[in-house]
């Protein structure tokens, strides 16, 4: 078992700094501890094909990326991987999750892409490799799969089991939302319909304040000859 600062550490070394992905439980040591980090960036994605197409964008604006996900949306990044990888010659470290793992309970979806993983992996042509789980592992695997990366301008796999990453806490303070709750002023036909926004921190009851004018302003009539002024105000 390695910690997330182990993996952090050692693929900083290696010149990885652009994290993206899809959330699965055994990864969310890693996500914390990534996102914990604010030399890096991490970019959710929200399907496995969209991580890796993001990865693709890192990489040609000069990121050297890493893309994590469940096993169970390998079949969403197979697309990407084998058209737009592929092709262009876009190398990412892939780090997927081996859920379904023969043998080891686990969720009845998980068990037949379980039991396909490192097959699906391969007929894809990407070499891949156990995850390294101990501390001695890490930094010779992050060597081995830099080199090869290198040379075959492809991606390289991956493949997380269960417990290979000690639990690690997300040391980041929550963001404040304030989302604006919007009210209507209505009236009888022939009177003017305005929609106004209520202050952030107001309550259900509170008083709405004007809508702030944005760059356009339009105004309709509706059907029943009353008359609406829609304003568009940005954040």
């Not at 700094?17 to 890693?30: A, H, I």
């Not at 964008?57 to 893309?67: D, F, I």
């Not at 991987?81 to 023969?102: D, Y």
């Not at 269960?162 to 009236?187: F, N």
Request: glycine content about 8%; aromatic content about 10%; hydrophobic content about 40%.
């Amino acid at each position: 078992m390695i910690t997330a600062d182990d993996f952090i550490t050692h693929a900083t070394g290696a010149g990885f700094d652009f994290y993206t992905g899809v959330p699965c439980s055994y990864l969310t040591p890693l996500i914390n501890g990534v996102l914990s980090d604010r030399a890096l960036r991490y970019v959710g994605a929200a399907s496995e094909g969209e991580a890796v197409a993001i990865a693709a964008g890192a990489w040609l604006a000069g990121r050297r990326t890493v893309v994590m996900c469940q096993n169970s949306g390998l079949g969403n990044a197979v697309n990407p991987l084998t058209s737009l990888n592929a092709p262009f010659a876009i190398p990412t470290l892939f780090v997927t999750t081996w859920r379904g793992r023969p043998g080891e309970p686990d969720e009845p979806q998980h068990e037949v892409m379980g039991a396909i993983t490192h097959e699906l992996i391969r007929l894809m042509g990407l070499e891949q490799a156990d995850f390294p789980a101990t501390p001695d592992q890490i930094g010779p695997a992050f060597d081995f799969a830099a080199e090869r990366m290198a040379a075959t301008s492809r991606p390289f796999a991956w493949v997380l089991r269960k417990g290979d990453v000690a639990d690690t806490d997300l040391d980041q303070p929550p963001r404040e939302i304030r989302a604006r709750r919007p009210c209507w002023s209505a009236s009888w036909p022939g009177r003017t319909i305005e929609p106004r926004w209520s202050p952030p921190q107001a309550s259900a009851g509170a008083s709405c304040s004007p809508w702030p004018t944005g760059p356009s302003t339009s105004t309709r009539s509706a059907p029943w000859g009353a008359r609406a002024a829609w304003r568009w105000a940005w954040p």
